[in-house]
Structures are given as structure tokens and as C-alpha cells.
């Protein structure tokens, strides 16, 4: 079969290169236009672009492909496309070219979490399963019937970026069983169920900050679905501090987990303290704070102009006042 194949980022790429691998003929690549980025304005390819090169492949960029890519797409006479994480949206008329249609490679149990951070949400909302549908593009965002799909377990303490490494390899292997089974006729089509779908949309920078207000499960949950980006962030000493890993140390009835109980000697009146508030801070303990159900363990972070590190670590070098409240915004 002749393939078009849309996508973008890094998750895109093992798609491409298992496409690369089989008998069916890549007929171009089509991604998001080159950017200027960093200080030094250089202009950066996607990562399926520079894929793309490598492999020989002929590739196409628009700023918006449902109007200046129809023609071209028209010439090259795919039999099917595939998207990939590609960024746009497709026109009705572009819907209509190939021969056996748009397939979509999405990191998700569609029809949980349509929409552009499907990964994240996951692990946000606490889900302990989640895998790759391949379903068929339509023009409304993730609706499209859906041809198979493979489940993976979420990880105890597994963070957004490494999800996305490992659904990216799920999603070429999903990816390739369905191409196949369309090559073969084999392909049948099930409609997705509406009435249960979520639909959740890009993240933005100021998602990532934290409420302390939670649980500790859930805020476990929001930290490991923030990392690595937007990341998970509060402020502390007037200045952003990201935080990339909790862990629990008691609950605030008083049952303690590990070595909690280790860490609270020398603490009292800790359920009074207020959610946010440092209720530890040094070297021995770390950098315990309150939350809803809990004191927790903040365990790694990042401060501006520094490197990624335990908090420990920091806290040799760096006196932070226990009693402090983190939250809110920079003053």
C-alpha cells in the first residue's frame, strides 16, 4: 500500500520507523513547519522530520495543511494515511482522499482522554491502565471508530515522560498489526461510545502548580503526570521550585509509613499544622510537608538556574525555614 504519514513530536518517531520496516511504500511525510527556538534563534526540525531525512523520505510542512496541502496530498494518491501526534486538524476534504482512509495512532482507551495530553491524564486522574487505540481519523477530535487497541499497565511511581516512551513503541507495534489487517481486508471498525468519553486538551505551563490542599495520592498523581513538562511547581524561599518526586511519610491519624516515625522525632502538633506549610527541613529528614491526609516527603526538586537534585541535597547548602507555607505565587 502507498502511506502518508503525519506526525510531529518524538512520540511519532517509532511509528515512522516501524512503517519504514515493512513491505508498504511511505509515499511522504508531512509535519509541523521548521520553528526558530532558544536564545540563539536557530531554526529546529521536528523529530519526524529529521527522521524523515534520514530515511530518504520526501517530506511536507504547512502552517495549516487543510488549506495549502490538499493538491499535494491529491498527487501523491496515498491508499491510507496514518497520524501520529501531528498537531492539526484535517479537513472533511482531506478526510476523504485515501483509499482506506485516515488511521490514528492515540495514547489512550478511547473514549477516555481525546484530546492532546492523553498520557498526562492518565496518570493525573489516578488510572492504573491505559494503552494505544488505533481508530479511524474523522473530523471530530478522537470520535473515529476504532480498529484495535493494546492495554498496558501504569506504573506505581511512573512519571508522564516515561509512559510516553513506552506507549510511543506500544503505538508502532498497534500501528503496524492494523496497517496490516487493512492490507489484508481484513479491518473492522467499532464504534467508540460517546456518552463515556473525556475529552481533555493541551496543558499549559500554569497547570503545573500545586495544590497542597490534596491528598497525598493525589498529589502524587499530579507530580509523576507533570514530569517532565509542564512539571510540578510551588514556590519556596519567594522563588519556583519544581518538584519531580514525593513519597508519603504519615498520616495525619498518626499511622506512619517506612521510617516516619524516625522522621517526626522532635515534631509536634503535626495535624495542626496547615496544608503547604514545612513542618521539617534538614538533612536527616529532608523537607516534610503537610498535606490533606498526610506529611510528605519532598523528595527531589529543581530551583531556578539549578540542576535537578534530592532535596537533601539542597537543603546542605540552603537554610529553609520550617514553619514556611509553599504555595501561591512568587512575591
Known sequence: MRILFLGT??????????????????????????RVRGRNNKVT???????????????????????????????????????????QI?????????????????ASLLPLFRGSSPIQRAILTGERETGISIMRTEYEVDSGDILLQKRTDIYEKETAGE??????HLGASALIEGIDLIDRGEAVYTPQDSSKASYYPML???DGIIDFSTTYSELDCF????????????????????????SKVCSIDGSSEGNGGMLFDGIENIEKASCGQIVAADTKRGLLVRVKD??????????????????????????????????????
Not at 513530536?9 to 521548521?34: N, Y
Not at 495549516?64 to 501520529?84: N, Q, W
Not at 507530580?223 to 511547581?233: K, L
Not at 540542576?307 to 507555607?325: I, W
Request: net charge neutral; with cysteine.
Open 204 to 206: 499549559k505551563k500554569e
Open 223 to 246: 507530580v509523576r503526570g507533570m514530569t517532565p513538562w509542564p512539571s510540578a511547581y510551588t514556590y519556596m524561599n519567594g522563588e519556583s521550585m519544581k518538584v519531580f518526586s514525593v
Open 163 to 168: 509512559l510516553f516512551e513506552r506507549l510511543s
Open 9 to 34: 513530536p518524538d512520540f511519532a518517531i517509532p511509528s515512522l520507523e516501524a512503517l519504514a520496516k515493512t513491505k508498504h511504500e511511505i509515499v511522504g511525510v508531512v509535519t509541523q513547519p521548521d
Open 45 to 87: 526540525f521536528s523529530p519526524v522530520k529529521e527522521l524523515a531525512l534520514k530515511l530518504s523520505l520526501k517530506v511536507y510542512q504547512y502552517e495549516r495543511i487543510s488549506r495549502e496541502g490538499v493538491e499535494d496530498i491529491r498527487k501523491l494518491e496515498p491508499d491510507v494515511m496514518v497520524t501520529c501526534a501531528f498537531g
Open 294 to 331: 498526610a506529611v510528605i516527603s519532598i523528595d527531589e526538586i529543581q530551583l531556578p538556574g539549578g540542576k535537578r537534585m534530592k532535596a537533601t541535597d539542597y537543603l546542605r547548602g540552603h537554610g529553609v525555614e520550617e514553619g514556611e507555607t509553599l504555595g501561591g505565587e512568587n512575591k
Open 90 to 106: 484535517l479537513s472533511r476534504e482531506i478526510l476523504s482522499i485515501p483509499k482506506y482512509g485516515i488511521i490514528n495512532v492515540h
